[in-house]
């Protein structure tokens, strides 16, 4: 995989300083100056993503909502496996008796690619509608957020990347089916080049997001623990890394003791109505708060292990987030405490830093294991091979925001002790 790095690096530099907006015509009403007045603290910059309404039973709401959106006739964009399991319909069959018609596009694919969001974007034109309503993981609501972009911009999406700045386009509806990549909570559209197979990031937030955990609750086991550590992987990485904020903060920590609590039941299907609720809800507001603060060392890692070996991204995030508490420990030692809190660690007051380094990432461990999750030489990884990463690593747009710059060397030893540390 290759990564537009001079993009990356400048879209996670602006967030980095606290500047971003949404580069679109519907600038957040949050944005603020980019300085305080002299001898005044600075500004929280926080950003409001798009209404949700969430709940059991929530997805009944999509007609009515897209009505009152404005829409008549939307796209509706989901995924074969999707439409196989009879979801897409479901969702039709509800606009439809809004009084809203809809017109299938379901070629969306895990990593979704640029030139299928173009074609979508091409049927939204012809079918001339007003209104997009993605339905699925994190893949198929990227691709709705490109879709959206290209209902009121000229194609392709590729003008778009970055902040390019560009019209709002027709209202978004974002349904997850999956409690893992909080893309409904969050403005990042990440888009795989079919020609060059670079990353590419483009900006657009849903208009709505109805998250309805009964989407959830036949997910299979191993689906259930890969997106769920996902979660806690945005949450920790949020809380603990050198972008922060106090909205960011509250959400993060909430998430983080959801999923301590809940996300084991979840995956034992115990309690399970509640379980999935309340893993959804960490899900959304890890969304939330990652989108302001993004992610660092462990997500730079896990997308490198991840392009070199096609492994699920929950799962590589599971393998680096031990290791990444652990190294986070050494630089913000209260705020992982907080973490060691949440996760029920029980961390006792004056706790040194390594030792909260060690109980952390091995708190993490253990309920990585509650979970089944195999680790990389279980996964048929060879450790020089996962060590060889490490190049790849420097290169990830969210290698920049890791708070101290490594070096490969240092890379190399922290793949090495997330591998020997969790076999
Ligand atoms: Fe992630």
Known sequence: MKIDEALIREIVLRVVENRLTQGQAQAAPSQVPPEAEPGRAEFLAAEQTCPVIFGAGALHTVGRKALELGCRKVLLVSDPGLVKLGLARRVADNLRASGV?????????????????????????????????????????????????????????????????????????????????????????????????????????????????????????????????????????????????????????AAIGKIAVWLPKAYRGENNETARYEVMLACSFAGMAFNETLCHLGHAAAHSIGAVFNIPHGICCAWTLPETMAFCAALYPERVAVIAAALQLEPRPGIAVAELGQLTADGIRALLRQLEIKSPRESGIERDDFLAVAGLVRKDFCYPVIPVSLSEAEIREFLGRAYDSYQ
């Open 101 to 253: 018609a809809s017109v299938l596009f379901d070629r969306v694919q895990p990593n979704p690619l640029d030139a299928d969001c173009n074609a979508g974007g091409e049927i939204a034109r012809r079918e001339k509608v007003d209104g997009v309503v993605a339905v699925g993981g994190g893949s198929v609501m990227d691709s709705g957020k490109a879709i959206k972009v290209l209902t009121g911009n000229p194609p392709p999406i590729s003008k778009y990347y970055g902040a390019a700045a560009c019209e709002r386009g027709a209202p978004l509806i974002l349904i997850p089916t999956t409690a893992g990549t909080g893309s409904e909570s969050t403005k990042y559209a990440v888009l795989t080049d079919a020609k060059t197979h670079e990353k590419k990031v483009a900006l657009a937030t849903g208009d709505l997001a109805i998250c309805d955990p009964e989407l959830t609750y036949r997910l299979p086991k191993g689906l259930t623990a890969a997106t769920g550590v996902d979660v806690l992987a945005h949450a920790c990485e949020s809380y603990a890394g050198g972008v922060h904020n106090p909205k960011a903060d509250l959400l993060a920590r």
